[in-house]
């Protein structure tokens, strides 16, 4: 309807968090004609460094799902390691320290567990925000007919970690729903 009408129309979901909007360090995943992107680059290259065209409309959407499906899952990895490393005696420090220059790591790994050590929940990016974009992609699975058991299971946990009220806290306080099942104390938080 827009291209009828003369108006040129990208989608172009970004990744990095607050951090990386203030630095102007997002990724910017982009949907769409390429020769439109080309011309509004410079205004994408002010917010953004990894700026890629994904293809055509929706696809900037589809791999910012697929991000965010990423995240929700190392993410669940990263709490269950500390909650494994805790039960079983292990210095949480030595075991970050160990971890992080392995075949595991990942960014939620040397990001934000040090941060759930200090007993830090505060938003990079919010559990609420993590919720909406898990919901985008549960409905787009839906309608694919496509299993995604572990971005489930995430959601739902996240779920958990909204019934004690950590809707604004960042997407880390997964932490919390990890020590309620565990029935564990990873770090004392105030």
Not at 40 to 52: D, H, T
Not at 73 to 83: F, Q, Y
């Amino acid at each position: 309807t827009l291209a009828e009408k003369g108006v040129h129309m990208l989608d172009a979901p970004v990744s990095g968090g607050d951090v990386g909007a203030r630095q102007g360090t997002l990724s910017i995943m982009v949907g769409g004609d390429a020769a439109v992107l080309e011309k509004v680059r410079p205004i994408l290259e002010a917010m953004g460094k990894n700026i890629v065209h994904c293809g055509p409309i929706g696809a900037g959407q589809t791999v910012k799902a697929c991000n965010q499906i990423l995240c929700a899952v190392n993410l669940m990895g990263v709490v269950e390691a500390l909650a494994f490393a805790k039960k079983a005696g292990v210095d949480l420090e030595k075991m970050l320290q160990v971890t992080t220059k392995g075949a595991g790591t990942s960014w939620a790994l040397e990001n934000l567990a040090p941060r759930i050590l200090k007993g830090n929940l505060d938003p990079g990016f919010s559990v609420r925000f993590q919720q909406k974009d898990l919901r985008i992609v549960m409905q787009s699975a839906e309608a694919m007919a496509l299993p995604l058991p572990a971005a489930a299971l995430a959601h739902q946990l996240l779920r958990s970690v909204q019934a004690y009220g950590m809707d604004a806290n960042g997407t880390h306080a997964l932490i919390v729903a990890m020590e309620k099942l565990a029935n564990i104390e990873i770090v004392p938080r105030s």
